[in-house]
């Protein structure tokens, strides 16, 4: 046989009709689509394993629909393909990151309303690209190759059976490694299982307070003295838009002028997501252990542990499609208050009027209660997008409608404005309550994550993909001691009033707490708590992304 006739066989045999039906041209690009859309979006989000997986599972339904000669197989695999596709495409081009659990999270717990309004936030006329997808789709479903044909000849079944032998010999050697699920199956796939394995965590979590609370050696300084600690979480605010830390425009009228205010310079969260960065921030969980949230000794048992009666007093909604995640984790506080209710998931109540005023009733009860000693946290929706509904219309101060961006920044000003009141008002509600009942009283203001707002390249939110921009994770921290906190415990206040200027993450709020607390418990680490002398200034923060904070130059 000549050169020439081999590569007519070839050719002969690549144009054949068993190759298009394992890999219809149709299913072949809407499975390729999002991945060229992909690249142009960010080329980090490209993954040529990924595109592997895919054509592996179309093998295996399309082989299946060779020698069973049905087509439901082939129409399955179609489905599946381009539902994979259709959420990739769209967390692509929406928040240009790769898809994560935390993404799935917010994914389930949004319908279509409140995708529609999201996606219009982040609009862009790349969406159009969904008109040529779904016409693949349909192409690929009108375009079904013929299974059922009967006069097939002994060649016909080489190719099929060649692949039906690889694939199974290598789905074999993966799962005796333990690496299919993460080797083989599309991201979505793997991160709906990492999601549901998350969940698992947090619910036995819930169901093993008990047990985990005889465990713990928690025990209060102080027995017979009346003490309260307050814990404002924040969400999504970028301490560059606070005059408090220096902008120019006046966001912080409020806390600039309230007295013995200590304000630390150069805090910041180790992740970007709520979903990461509170529980990190409530459990002994750091970004150098390794250790999972779920397994990890939290503020309340220790509070509780310590004789603390805990108060959790949300404006977040305690709503999802599945549990959220939040919510599991604050029940293992003793009272709770979900005051959000507007709507009936995470998303939807980010969509309505909900102000975080609305936590100052809860938390003067629960100042009243008769405890003795009590640990109250007030997780606020504070700056969150979407900025112009975290404000009512008095504090709608800062206009600017020569554009959308300008609009935007106008906005999240207002959002830190309306923040700078409520969190002022919390401190002066503690600081009567202190006064009048001669309290050991100590709050701390710490949001959660950062924001983006144009801060870094043309872009708000806190997504990211390949590079976390520093701006997601700058945090305010502030710390506010009663006179009674500053007689009972003078070396911790003089610690806390001294170190206001080192670095910081809040992945160690929990030693922080527990030694604002004056709490005496074997999980303490004093080397990772700011408040302590012992505290390890030179610890490097390498952040969740891999980098050093420090390091990292904009």
């Not at 709520?274 to 252990?289: F, K, R, Y």
């Not at 009027?353 to 003795?372: G, T």
Request: glycine share 4%.
């Amino acid at each position: 046989m000549s050169l020439i006739d081999f590569v007519k066989k070839i050719k002969h045999f690549l144009n054949s009709k068993v190759v298009l039906s394992i890999y219809p041209v149709y299913l072949s690009l809407v499975a390729l689509f999002p991945f060229f859309v992909g690249y142009f979006v960010n080329p980090v989000l490209i993954s040529i394993n990924q595109i592997i997986v895919l054509f592996l599972w179309i093998t295996i339904f399309n082989a299946s629909a060779f020698f069973t000669k049905k087509s439901v197989f082939y129409y399955s695999v179609v489905v599946l393909i381009f539902v994979n596709g259709f959420v990739n495409l769209g967390h692509w081009v929406m928040v240009k990151t790769p898809i994560t659990a935390t993404g799935l999270f917010v994914l389930f717990n949004t319908n279509f309303q409140e995708a529609a309004g999201f996606a219009l936030t982040k609009w862009s006329y790349m969406y159009l690209l969904y008109i040529p997808y779904f016409f693949l789709f349909y192409l690929s479903l009108r375009n079904a190759p013929r299974f059922s044909e009967k006069n097939r000849s002994v060649s016909d079944y080489v190719l099929p059976s060649f692949l039906t032998i690889a694939v199974v010999g290598a789905t074999v050697f993966l799962i005796a490694q333990k690496k299919f699920l993460t080797h083989a199956t599309p991201d979505l796939v793997s991160t709906v299982i990492s999601y549901n394995r998350e969940l698992k965590d947090y619910k036995d979590l819930k169901n093993e307070l008990d047990i985990r609370l005889e465990r713990i050696d928690a025990e209060a300084s102080l027995k017979n003295e009346k003490q309260t600690v307050v814990l404002i979480m924040g969400e999504s605010t970028n301490r560059n838009h606070m005059s408090l830390y220096g902008n120019t425009v006046q966001t912080n009228p409020k806390l600039e002028q309230f007295e013995d205010l200590i304000v630390y310079e150069d805090v910041i969260s180790g992740y970007a997501h709520t979903m990461t960065s509170v529980p990190a921030s409530l459990t002994a969980a750091n970004l150098e252990n390794g250790m999972g949230f779920a397994q990890s000794t939290t503020l309340a048992e220790v509070f509780r542990g310590a004789g603390f009666k805990t108060f959790w007093l949300s404006n977040q909604s305690p709503f999802g499609v599945w549990d959220n995640l939040i919510t599991l984790f604050a029940e293992q506080y003793e009272y709770l208050a979900f005051i959000n209710v507007t709507g009936n998931s995470s998303h939807e109540v980010l969509k309505r009027n909900s102000y975080d005023e609305r936590l100052l009733q809860p938390l003067k009860d629960a100042l009243d209660d008769d405890e003795d000693k009590k640990f109250i946290v007030l997780h606020l929706l504070g700056t969150h997008l979407q900025y112009e509904m975290r404000y009512p219309n008095e504090f709608d101060v800062y206009r600017d409608g020569s554009s959308w961006k300008n609009k935007c920044i106008a906005r999240y000003r207002n959002a830190v404005l309306y923040n700078d009141f409520v969190v002022d008002s919390i401190l002066k509600m503690v600081r009567a309550y202190s006064e009048k009942n001669n309290t050991i009283a100590s709050v701390i203001y710490v949001s959660d994550h950062g924001e983006n707002v144009f801060d870094y390249g043309d872009y708000v939110g806190h997504d990211y993909a390949d590079y976390m921009p520093k701006c997601l994770v700058e945090i305010p921290f502030i710390a506010w001691l009663s006179p009674a906190y500053e007689r009972a415990f003078k070396e911790r206040a003089a610690s806390v009033k001294n170190n206001y200027q080192l670095p910081f993450v809040t992945d160690d709020l929990f030693h922080t707490l527990i030694d604002l607390a004056n709490i005496k418990t074997s999980v303490h680490e004093p080397e990772r708590s700011v408040f302590n002398p012992l505290y390890n200034k030179d610890r490097k923060r390498i952040l969740v992304d891999g980098e050093d904070y420090d390091a990292k130059i904009e």
